[in-house]
């Protein structure tokens, strides 16, 4: 165990002076991108806001099954086959058949190749579960036709939350998936979200349809409140143009009316259809509809042909801000409900970096005094091999561009206060061995041999606790077992490469000394 | 060194720790745990006021008039910083927290927020069904590694000696209330590494000397080990509790919980490895029989 060949001698110092570079890289600067690594902060160090956005999909799925009935209607008129009696209930489609045909349509849409009910063939699955009970259907999503909806909504709401936040500015934002439901936002530097999370919880659906002319609430037509919330009003639900057909909007000032308005282009579609709808409603109201409340309700003086308009409202200048940047990113497929934040502000995250250097100093000047106190000249080889256990682990956070997190730096001492238990092991092994053994390098040499499974059990250990804590934890802990994971592995690198090298030089020329440990 | 006879205590101690463990166990199920606003849901903010003469009550009194659930308020590090939680917690409303902090300020004058978290009570659930998994795996990984590694009685006396840190640990956060949050279950499953580790160590050394004494019976056979590994058992862990320490008390206020829990563990991993784990190999009747029969295999 004490022989080193030159080239391993070699390998392991390039090795540790390449890593420890990185370390010292954090400290200082270079012009280029991969001698420059910097160490990634956490939210906890740097400041910031952590929201977890989850979408209400029963919304898309009721809207959903509403475009499925109407397809259905459709398939079984082409195929002569008379259904009454459609209804959506429970997120489910009823609806009766005559009993004469009910092997015809259940074949229909449980057949492999069914045109209706899509078969996913990696699932072995169709989109519908379906359930016959005499004359009567139900059609339900399957599990994985759900899990295809959810995606494909997931994959659209991350879009609209993408641009939301971009266009808000703040840097370097962190967008996540989380399973099919759920989005994660990290906004490092922000500490106070308010704005983001008053921007991401509105879905913009907008849309413009005609304030009904009579008064009276009839097939055709809602009943929606006002945003002011004072008064109310019956429209038609016929969309004349929606959010879709925008292609900008931004604040401007209305130089008539002196107020803040929102000013929109539409494309080429929405503009011919809103050209037609105002030309044949010259005189009556156009109610401006955000989120099924109504914004206004300006009365049509002429016919807007050029796809130019204004949205008036009771804005101030920084809500007709925030209106143009949720209708220019456009409207989420679903609502998001914010279901978990977590903000840290800038000088507790400053505050934190101080007490954690603080702590790590302590700590390593504490265990090296201990260290050097029990073993004299070993307790110095032990410390080295400390030190550059620290720049190496240090150095591989940095070039990985791992996260540091607050508990990630109590992980760092953590290491520290452990990491020498290898080389105590050692030691304490040796120490037994030249009891017994004049010839010190053969009681060196098997004081090595002999703890090392020992040493290995003992890491492996934490090593799995680690392991599981990175895989079961989340955020800042996941930055504890970072740390700690390879904590270990630069702790067995330092005892074994570099601890063991140096006493290996240390024994050889001091082999007839008479108390060497 | 002198040798130390810590067998004669197996039983005195054995007593001690079923005491703890039962009295643990009697808090946990009839006091139960504090569980943090990670578990249990709701919001917390840290908040620096500006002058010392902002005390308690008056701050507990303004919350009390906000209408949030039960409001507790505590001292964080030092006069002017404190944390409050409450039960309420709405996200999703965007002025939720600055409505909190205008009626704050009109009360007490001006204060800074310095961190807020808000959990709803879906996370919450989540997030303590996954650190109670987290518990369960790394036993059970423990718990298989070292039966690959060593025979049943010694994997029995390992898990006896984990069970017994995590329940008195966890007895220890129930009988002064402190608060469970996620960095506990990060530091409880690093007690449970540091727990097996350290009983390894010794296990390791009573299986070398089963072989090496063919004649010594596991009672004293046990001693011997625990007086060999004595040494290093108490450098890694005076080390190991040094630089806990320092967390302790320099590394914040956020991260006291995690270090005190981590410094039970290791006082508790440190005494149960020599206490209980050792113990069990001698009610379990270990014999040089026990490794010759496993190494035949």
Redesign the interface.
């Known amino acids: 165990m004490l022989y080193f060949s030159k080239l391993r001698v070699f390998s392991v110092l390039i090795f540790t002076l390449i890593i420890s570079y990185f370390t010292i890289s954090n400290f200082t600067k270079v012009d280029d991108e991969f001698f420059s690594k910097n160490i990634k902060l956490g939210l ?1 160090l740097q400041g910031g806001s952590y ?2 956005l ?1 979408i209400d999909n029963n919304p898309v799925i009721v809207q959903r099954l509403q475009s499925k009935v109407l397809e259905l209607k459709k398939f079984f008129k082409d195929k002569n086959i008379k259904i009454r009696n459609f209804s959506i209930k429970d997120q489910s489609i009823f609806f009766d058949v005559n009993i004469i045909k009910k092997e015809e349509v259940l074949s229909l849409l449980d057949d492999d190749k069914s045109e209706i009910n899509t078969y996913f063939q990696q699932f072995k699955s169709h989109e519908f579960d379906i359930e016959n009970e005499d004359n009567s259907f139900k059609l339900t999503y399957s599990d994985y036709g759900l899990v295809l909806l959810k995606n494909s909504s997931l994959d659209q709401a991350i879009e609209t939350v993408r641009r939301r936040v971009d266009e808000v500015g703040t840097n370097e934002p962190n967008i996540l998936k989380r399973g099919n439901d759920r989005i994660l936002v990290e906004l490092p530097g922000l500490d106070d ?3 983001i ?2 921007l991401l ?1 509105k879905t913009a659906n907008l849309t413009f349809q005609f304030v009904a002319t009579n008064q009276e609430q009839s097939f055709g037509t809602e009943l929606l409140q006002y945003e002011s919330g004072d008064r109310e009003a019956i429209v038609s639900k016929r969309i004349i143009i929606s959010g879709d057909n925008l292609v900008d909007a931004k604040p401007t000032m209305n130089n008539q009316t002196n107020q803040t308005v929102v000013s929109f282009s539409l494309d080429r579609v929405g503009a011919r259809k809103f050209g037609k709808a105002t030309s044949s409603g010259v005189g009556k109201s156009l109610a401006i509809i955000l989120d099924g409340k109504i914004i206004s309700s300006p009365t049509v003086q002429e016919p807007i042909v050029g796809g130019n308009g204004q949205i008036s409202g009771d804005f101030t200048f920084q809500s007709a801000t925030d209106l143009a940047l949720l209708l220019r990113s456009g409207a989420l497929p679903a609502p998001l ?9 800038p ?2 995250g400053k ?2 970096i101080n ?2 250097i ?3 100093i ?2 390593f000047i ?2 090296v005094a ?2 050097f106190y ?1 073993y004299r000249f070993f307790g110095l080889i032990a410390n080295l091999a400390l030190i550059s256990n620290l720049f190496l682990l240090v150095g591989i956070l940095t070039l990985f561009e791992a996260t540091l997190t ?2 990630g ?2 992980g760092i ?2 290491t ?3 990491a ?2 290898a080389n ?2 050692i030691f ?1 092994r040796i120490k ?1 061995e030249l009891k017994n053994e004049n010839n010190s390098i053969i009681a060196f040499d098997s004081g090595y041999t ?1 703890s090392r ?2 040493i290995l ?10 392991v ?2 990175f895989f ?3 955020g ?2 996941k930055g ?2 970072i740390t ?1 994971g390879i904590g270990i592995l630069t702790t067995l690198f330092s005892v074994y490469f570099i601890a063991r090298l140096i006493t290996a030089y240390y024994v050889i020329k001091n082999k007839h000394k008479e108390k060497l440990i | 060194m002198k040798t130390i006879y810590f067998n004669k205590f197996y039983k005195s101690f054995n007593i001690l720790s079923g005491i703890l463990i039962i009295a643990s166990l009697v808090f946990l199920v009839f006091k139960g745990l504090n569980f943090g606003v990670d578990f249990k849901g709701g919001t917390l903010i840290e908040l620096r006021t500006d002058k010392s003469s902002a005390n308690i009550t008056k701050i507990r009194d303004s919350f009390n008039q906000m209408n949030l659930g039960d409001v507790s308020v505590k001292n964080f590090g030092n006069e002017t910083d404190f944390v409050v939680k409450f039960e309420k917690q709405n996200s999703n409303d965007p002025k939720f927290i600055e409505e909190i902090k205008t009626k704050l300020s009109n009360s007490i004058g001006t204060v800074d927020f310095r961190r807020v978290e808000n959990v709803g009570p879906k996370v919450s659930a989540e997030l303590l069904r996954s650190g109670v998994i987290a518990i369960a795996l790394s036993l059970a990984a423990m718990l298989l590694y070292i039966w690959i590694r060593f025979e049943w009685q010694f994997s029995l006396g390992a898990i006896l000696a984990l069970f017994h840190d995590v329940i008195i640990t966890l007895g220890v956060f129930s009988v002064f209330s402190l608060e469970i949050n996620l960095s506990i279950v990060a530091a409880v499953l690093t007690i449970v590494g540091y727990s097996m580790n350290d009983t390894v160590v010794i296990f390791d050394r009573v299986r070398e000397n089963l072989r090496k004494y063919a004649d010594v019976k596991i009672f004293e056979l046990t001693n011997i080990s625990i007086n060999e590994t004595l040494s290093r058992t108490i450098i890694t862990s005076v080390t190991t509790l040094l630089a806990l320490l320092s967390i302790f008390i320099f590394g914040g206020e956020i991260l006291k919980g995690f270090s005190l829990a981590m410094i039970l563990g290791v006082i508790f991993g440190t005494y149960s490895s020599i206490y209980i784990a050792n113990p069990v190999l001698v009610s379990l009747k270990v014999s040089q029989r026990t490794i010759v029969k496993e190494e035949k295999e």
């Open positions: 906890d929201l977890l989850e979200p308010g704005r999370k008053s919880g409900n914010i279901i978990e934040e977590r903000t840290v502000g000088d507790l505050d934190s007490a954690g603080m702590s790590l302590i700590g504490l265990v201990f260290m029990k607050l508990p730096i109590a001492i953590l520290v206060g452990m020498v238990d105590v092991l304490e037994e002999k499974t020992t059990d003992a890491n492996i250990t934490t090593l799995i606790a680690a599981i804590l079961m934890g989340s800042p802990i504890f077992s700690l």
